[in-house]
Each structure stands twice: as C-alpha cells, then as structure tokens.
C-alpha cells in the first residue's frame, strides 16, 4: 500500500513555488490507481519523493509501510519505477539493459534469465531484444524500461506515462501486464494524460491541480460528483471547481 499524508515539497530559493502542498492519499494494494492532472500540477514532483529520489519538506509517505526518507534503502529494493527519463543505456542490448538492473537488484544469475525471458516474451520483445538501444523506436525503448522496471518483481510499481510513444498492440500487451500485476496483490500507481487509459486500466483515481487533491475517487464516482457526462468532462470540471472537491 502506498500511504500519503499531508506532503509538501516547495522549490525556489524562500520556497516560493509549491510543487506539491499538502496531498494525501492511499493506493492499496490489488488495485491501479491513477494519478490525473494538467502539466505543472505536481504528479512528478509527488512521484520522485514516492521513488525516494526527492525529500519533502514536511508531511510523511510510506510504501508497504516503509518510509520513503527514514528507509530509503528498503523502499528501494521493492519498488518498481517508469519514469518519464527512459534513461536506457544506448551501447548496451535492450536484454542487457534489463540484465543490468537486475544485477543492480541482486538477482542470482538463474533468475535473472527466467526474469528476463519471461519479460521479453510478455511485452514482445523478442525482435529486438539482442540489438542495441541506440537504434530503438521510442515504444521499443518503452518497452525495454517497463521490463527494467518489472525485473525484481517489485511489490510497489510506480509508472509514469507508461504508454507514451506505444502502439496499439503495445499497449494492449502493457495492459494485459498490469492486470496480471494488479491480480497479484501488487500496488500500482499509474500517471497519465491518457483518459482512455485511466478509464480502461484504474481502479480508483486522484486528481490533482495546482499541487493538491482536487478530488479522488472511481471513474464512476467522479463523473457522478461532476455532474458531467464522461472523465474528460469530469476531470475539466472538477479542476475548474477548485479545492472545495478535495477528497
């Protein structure tokens, strides 16, 4: 479970900028939760403290019940990450790419090479697997960081516009992942533009605008408490609403 309480992280020299300004929220386990909101609302910036790569300046997160500042390391070690920099490295193969990270993780060589293959052949990455990520397309590269970020079979996966620059097969594939994910028990947050993807993959879903909760809920939920027709137009109206809907 990823539990959130009250966090803040400013940015600027006196702290003028309010990235983040008091979000909380819980994301249990078994279930996909989606991170919505417009650019500069803060979904990143929450994200990185999550991921144990930002400190905040005050409020408390936990993962599995580990702190994310007090046991940086353990977080870590269960903790699955897609973050928007892919971050491959370009000489290396996408197998030894994905083969890296799992050493980084300590796997033991015979379970790096189930790990691997078994990711390479659920995400359909055979093809291109031995070529190195220098002359990748954009959703190969994807892939190939889905993969990385899945390899030590974390209990708690953070992804952040995962099916930018995915095809259509692609992404069906990467759906099929995270339910399969989500059947296991594991806890997933998901952060996306995409409201089809929200709406076909997230159990329940935060909203976010201008650094705090403007609302959170299911799809159903949200579109009942917006009035409005579809999550588009809920997502629309209920940021145009303003704090008064934070949940």
């Known amino acids: 479970m990823i539990a959130v309480e009250e966090i803040v992280k400013t940015f600027g020299r006196r702290g003028e900028v309010r990235a983040v300004d008091g979000v909380s929220f819980t994301a249990p386990p ?3 939760t989606g991170l919505l909101g417009p650019n500069g609302a803060g979904k990143t910036t929450l994200l990185r403290v999550l991921a144990t ?60 090479e189930r790990r691997i293959e078994a990711l390479i052949g659920e995400l359909g990455l055979a093809g291109v697997a031995d070529r190195r990520a220098m002359g990748y397309s954009q959703g190969e590269k994807m892939k190939v960081a889905i993969a990385r970020a899945l390899v030590h079979e974390p209990d708690t996966i953070l992804l952040d516009e995962p099916t930018n620059g995915l095809d259509v097969m692609s992404v069906r594939a990467l759906r099929d992942t995270l339910r399969r994910l989500r059947a296991e028990g594991r806890t997933l947050l998901f952060s996306s533009h995409v409201m089809q993807e929200v709406a076909a993959l997230c159990d329940r879903i935060v909203i976010l605008g201008r650094g705090k909760v403007v609302a959170s809920g299911t799809a159903a939920e949200l579109i009942a408490q917006s009035g409005r027709a579809t999550l588009e137009d809920a997502f629309v109206a209920l940021l145009g609403s303003g704090e008064g809907l934070a949940a």
Request: overall charge positive.
């Open 53 to 112: 790569l930002v400190v905040p300046d005050s409020g408390r997160a936990t993962l599995g019940g580990r702190d994310v500042v007090a046991n940086r390391a353990e977080v870590r070690r269960r903790l699955g990450v897609l973050s928007d920099a892919r971050g491959l490295y370009p000489r290396l193969t996408g197998r030894e790419n994905i083969e890296y990270y799992a050493a980084l993780h300590g796997l033991a060589p015979a379970v790096r």
């Open 30 to 32: 078994g279930e996909i």
